[in-house]
């Protein structure tokens, strides 16, 4: 195992790891998932350098894409969820409520 790949592994693992156990706040849960997209984002782009094909080079930039997407979605309803409920802890939030 190089340190390149040890290192994005353990990113990704970190941010598993701090999704699955600390999840009391929205803003946390939401931190983590952008480390585990920077982690993606990380391992595609060595993984195109590595194998020196143009036919991976636009994956690392799509996936980034969709992880500013992911972000801004995610910090507006952060933001609709302080509104109506006045914190953003996750142990508030009910998927059974209207």
Same mark, same amino acid.
């Given at each position: 195992?190089?340190?390149?790949?040890?290192?994005?592994?353990?990113?990704?693992?970190?941010?598993?790891?701090?999704?699955?156990?600390?999840?009391?706040?929205?803003? !946390? /849960?939401? &931190?983590?998932?952008?480390? =585990?997209?920077? @982690?993606?984002?990380? %391992?595609?782009?060595?993984? $195109? #350098?590595?194998?020196?094909?143009?036919? !991976? /080079?636009? &994956?690392?930039?799509?996936? =980034?894409?969709? @992880?500013?997407?992911? %972000?801004?979605?995610?910090? $507006? #309803?952060?933001?609709?969820?302080?509104?109506?409920?006045?914190?953003?802890?996750?142990?508030?939030?009910?998927?059974?409520?209207?």
């Amino acid at each position: 195992m190089t340190p390149a790949h040890f290192a994005f592994s353990s990113a990704f693992m970190l941010g598993l790891a701090g999704l699955a156990f600390h999840r009391t706040h929205f803003l !946390s /849960a939401l &931190l983590c998932l952008e480390g =585990l997209m920077l @982690s993606l984002f990380i %391992a595609l782009s060595l993984w $195109a #350098l590595q194998f020196d094909t143009m036919n !991976s /080079a636009a &994956l690392p930039m799509i996936l =980034l894409a969709f @992880s500013a997407c992911e %972000a801004g979605a995610g910090l $507006a #309803l952060l933001v609709a969820t302080t509104r109506t409920h006045s914190n953003n802890r996750l142990q508030n939030l009910s998927l059974l409520q209207c």
